[in-house]
């Protein structure tokens, strides 16, 4: 792998998913999300869709076990040789290192972690949104929406302190605002 990998970092509702469809086509890398990657394993019922149903459903994290291994073989495509911009994972310290191992592999390392920002208030506005527009049914019930911020606190946020200790640069971004002005917000920093 020879181009620049990033991570998009942020709360559920932070706009990660949307933000980071617009990056691929700037930055003609492919956006490689974990979300969807299980949501199409719901879709389509495969074996892995059936044993991570009730977990996306409860707002949980999916065992590192099997989303470590998914992004493996996902990362072990051609088309991320130049790059790859990820979305949802690492989501805790040890797929982090997971991931440090598996790009050392290849003499590739992250290159720079992007954390958009946004208040609980506005994410939970936004999260009930995504809920009546794209039928996430893990975005309708407030204590699934509730535990899945405290567990992005708990969990995925050290990530950020883990990348800061690394040679990748660690771009801080303001949520807030129009779709166009958050991405803005995110170029002039690449
Ligand atoms: P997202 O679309 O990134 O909000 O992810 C939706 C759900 O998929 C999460 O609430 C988790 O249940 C699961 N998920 C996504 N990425 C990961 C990950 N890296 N590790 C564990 N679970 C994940």
């Given at each position: 792998?020879?181009?620049?990998?990033?991570?998009?970092?942020?709360?559920?509702?932070?706009?990660?998913?949307?933000?980071?469809?617009?990056?691929?086509?700037?930055?003609?890398?492919?956006?490689?999300?974990?979300?969807?990657?299980?949501?199409?394993?719901?879709?389509?019922?495969?074996?892995?869709?059936?044993?991570?149903?009730?977990?996306?459903?409860?707002?949980?994290?999916?065992?590192?076990?099997?989303?470590?291994?998914?992004?493996?073989?996902?990362?072990?495509?051609?088309?991320?040789?130049?790059?790859?911009?990820?979305?949802?994972?690492?989501?805790?310290?040890?797929?982090?290192?997971?991931?440090?191992?598996?790009?050392?592999?290849?003499?590739?390392?992250?290159?720079?972690?992007?954390?958009?920002?946004?208040?609980?208030?506005?994410?939970?506005?936004?999260?009930?949104?995504?809920?009546?527009?794209?039928?996430?049914?893990?975005?309708?019930?407030?204590?699934?929406?509730?535990?899945?911020?405290?567990?992005y606190r708990r969990e995925s946020e050290p990530c950020v302190a883990h990348y800061e200790g690394t040679?990748?640069?660690?771009?801080?971004?303001?949520?807030l605002g129009s779709i166009e002005e958050v991405t803005e917000r995110i170029l002039r920093e690449i």
């Amino acid at each position: 792998m020879t181009g620049k990998n990033y991570l998009l970092f942020g709360p559920p509702g932070a706009g990660k998913g949307t933000q980071a469809k617009i990056l691929e086509q700037q930055l003609s890398i492919p956006h490689v999300s974990t979300g969807d990657m299980f949501r199409e394993h719901l879709k389509t019922g495969t074996e892995l869709g059936k044993r991570v149903k009730e977990i996306l459903a409860a707002g949980e994290l999916v065992p590192d076990e099997i989303t470590n291994e998914m992004v493996r073989q996902r990362l072990s495509l051609d088309d991320v040789a130049r790059g790859v911009l990820l979305d949802g994972f690492p989501r805790n310290v040890a797929q982090a290192k997971f991931l440090d191992s598996i790009l050392a592999e290849r003499e590739a390392s992250v290159g720079q972690v992007i954390v958009i920002e946004l208040a609980e208030s506005e994410l939970v506005t936004r999260m009930k949104g995504r809920a009546e527009k794209e039928g996430r049914t893990d975005d309708a019930d407030p204590a699934v929406i509730q535990n899945r911020i405290e567990t992005y606190r708990r969990e995925s946020e050290p990530c950020v302190a883990h990348y800061e200790g690394t040679a990748a640069v660690v771009t801080k971004v303001n949520g807030l605002g129009s779709i166009e002005e958050v991405t803005e917000r995110i170029l002039r920093e690449i």
